[in-house]
């Protein structure tokens, strides 16, 4: 079971970033924490790129391995995201999307996702605990 964690635009931000929505934590904090309490192996990337994500992607296709993925704003219009996401489902592989916050419970442009349509499932509105399910999902749909 080989897991990538992909993290999009202004998530690099976290700890200075709207604090009242995101939290206060940085995403490295989230990233040290998730290693110590999940206790398993998983690689982490952030970019602020649409392209750099896809290829990202595709690498995991690649690499048979499974995906879970905060698409930050790309969540709402990035239909490039969304076929690499497809093509990775199609191949056999799990993908989870996350978000720290609930974006259906915040403005109206937050209420759709065009990712949700091409992954496994998604969690949202639960801040870094997001992360630790989606883990936590994947290792039980391994068998591990
Ligand atoms: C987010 C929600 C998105 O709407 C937003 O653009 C983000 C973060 C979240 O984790 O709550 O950048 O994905």
């Known amino acids: 079971m080989q897991i990538v964690i992909l993290n999009g635009p202004n998530l690099n931000m976290l700890g200075q970033r709207e604090p009242e929505i995101?939290?206060?934590?940085?995403l490295e904090d989230i990233n040290q924490w998730l290693k110590?309490?999940?206790?398993?192996?998983?690689?982490?990337?952030?970019?602020?790129?649409?392209?750099?994500?896809?290829d990202l992607i595709q690498k995991a296709q690649i690499?048979?391995?499974?995906?879970?993925?905060?698409?930050?704003?790309f969540t709402h219009y990035?239909?490039?995201?969304?076929?690499?996401?497809?093509?990775?489902?199609a191949a056999g592989l799990f993908s989870i999307e996350c978000h720290l916050s609930n974006p259906a419970a915040r403005e109206?442009?937050?209420?759709?996702?065009?990712?949700?349509?091409a992954v496994t499932g998604?969690?949202?509105g639960l801040g870094k605990n997001v992360y630790l399910h989606a883990l936590r999902e994947i290792k039980s749909r391994r068998g591990n």
Not at 22 to 26: A, I
């Open 63 to 73: 690499e048979k391995s499974d995906i879970v993925i905060n698409p930050g704003a």
């Open 108 to 117: 109206s442009f937050r209420q759709n996702s065009v990712i949700s349509p």
């Open 122 to 124: 998604t969690i949202a």
């Open 36 to 54: 110590t309490e999940s206790r398993m192996q998983f690689q982490w990337f952030q970019s602020n790129s649409e392209g750099e994500l896809i």
């Open 78 to 89: 990035s239909y490039g995201l969304h076929d690499a996401l497809s093509s990775h489902r």
């Open 22 to 26: 995101y939290g206060t934590e940085t």
